[in-house]
């Protein structure tokens, strides 16, 4: 039991680094405020104070509680004050604004919908593997196979016309990290949202068999429709992307696990989610004074909640920082959980599976063949930047 008001571990903004030659395990800083407990104060990175949850049954209870907002132009991390998400953008806004977004799209991310999307999949993947074969080895596994595979997929989703594919899926990249300045970022995001806004004008004027034409026949704005595109982007590429590279890399470092995944992807795939958690922190603002682990959080303040932490609890999972395809403990919050819970998650699963089982039936033999390039921990979504890997033909 913790006294309220007593004194508590702070943890001084977002940590910069995971432990040298400890790639999959959170930061130390962060398993450090573990131990001290559940919650912890926090500096946000913008230096507004706050809190920091790392327990999973803490994280959990927020996200289940109404009394903390996920709208943008409620958080409170610096000095400044934040901008309403753009219409159609409903990942950062409440009740009934999100609900209204949130139900149109989902029906087309239903189970029975990907099982359907599988063989679509399956055929991307095979394209994405016949060009590794084609010139490699050595190849970038980040290049040749995680990235092109989502993005494919979501062209696909989206409507995108093939001739347009090669263009999109570049200017999507440069705004997603891949870009070396800031406003080659903007300029790639602008780019895309112009885009974005000609795709919405032909689906109004040629339907065809896809989420955005379906949309179009309802009563949502361009600009909302633009705003759900962006969200699927934003929301679908860089986090299944970067499962799809890291994924790799820990079974490649983790043989015994690597069979265990082929044996069984299904499981598999819910451990490596639970295991790398990419998507590793959001945050929530309290709306209404609220007690939280034995800590009173104050209407207006935001709390960070690591989902990476909360998946590396130990008083959740036995032995949390080892890969474990065989654990009984499964469940994780790589999806998040609650309202917000990630919508693609069915699909992000279908293709995962699909992806590691079809790259390993390809090339039985693939290795490590270089330095691993791995994302700094402040980014919002842990990942490789590259990852070198070679075969024996
Ligand atoms: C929400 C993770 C793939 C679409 C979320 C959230 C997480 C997450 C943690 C909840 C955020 C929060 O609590 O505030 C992931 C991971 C993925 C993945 C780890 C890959 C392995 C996808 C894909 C799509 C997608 C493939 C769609 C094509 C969305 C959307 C939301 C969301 C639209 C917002 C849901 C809402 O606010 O109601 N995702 N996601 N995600 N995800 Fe995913």
Redesign the pocket.
């Known amino acids: 039991e913790i006294v309220m008001g007593e004194s508590v571990h702070t943890v001084a903004g977002t940590p910069k680094a995971r432990r040298p030659g400890c790639p999959f395990d959170p930061p130390a800083e962060l398993a450090e405020a573990r131990r001290h407990g559940p919650i912890s104060r926090f500096t946000h990175d913008y230096g507004r104070p706050g809190w920091l949850v790392t327990g999973f049954d803490l994280v959990r209870s927020v ?1 289940a509680d109404p009394r903390f907002s ?1 709208r943008k132009d409620l958080l409170a991390i610096g000095d400044f004050t934040v901008p309403a998400a753009p219409p159609g953008e ?2 950062l ?1 409440d009740e009934p604004e ?1 609900g209204r977004y ?1 139900k149109r ?1 989902q029906g087309r ?1 239903t189970v029975r919908r990907m099982r359907l999307l599988t063989a679509r999949i399956e055929e991307i993947t095979t394209g994405c593997l016949d060009e590794m074969e084609r010139t490699g080895p050595p190849a970038d596994l980040v290049t040749a196979f995680a990235k092109p595979i ?1 993005t494919i ?2 062209c696909e ?1 989206l409507g995108v016309p093939y001739a347009d594919r090669g263009r999109f899926q570049e200017q999507v990249d440069a705004f997603m990290g891949g870009a070396a300045t800031d406003e080659e970022v903007f300029a790639a995001y602008t780019a895309t949202q112009h885009y974005l806004d000609e795709l919405v004008a032909a689906k109004r004027a040629h339907p065809t068999d896809d989420i955005l034409s379906e949309l179009t026949t309802g009563d949502l704005t361009d600009e909302e429709l633009r705003g759900m595109s962006l ?2 982007l934003a ?3 860089d ?2 992307a970067n ?1 799809l590279s890291l994924g790799t890399y820990a079974l490649l470092e983790h043989p015994a696990q690597l069979a265990a995944l082929r044996a069984d992807p299904e499981r598999g795939v819910e451990e490596l ?1 639970r295991y790398l ?3 590793k922190t ?1 945050m929530r603002t309290a709306l209404e004074d609220v007690e939280l682990g034995g800590q009173m959080i104050e209407a207006g303040t935001t709390v960070a ?1 690591s ?1 990476h932490m909360a998946d590396h609890d130990p008083e959740r999972f036995h032995a949390p920082g080892t890969l474990d395809v065989a654990r009984r403990d499964g469940g994780h ?13 069915q ?2 699963r279908v ?2 599976r699909v992806a590691f089982t079809a790259l390993f039936d390809r090339f039985p033999t693939l290795r490590v063949a270089g330095p691993a390039g791995l994302r700094p921990e402040t980014a919002d979504v842990y990942g490789m930047t590259s990852l070198p890997v070679a075969w024996t033909p």
Not at 333 to 345: E, M
């Open positions: 996200l996920a409903f990942l806004t999100h949130r799209l991310f989502p997929v979501i989703l969200l699927l929301a679908g590429l986090t299944t499962m989610l958690t990419v998507a959001f909640l989902y919050l790589a999806f998040g959980h609650g309202v917000h819970q990630c919508l693609g998650q699909l992000a293709e995962m």
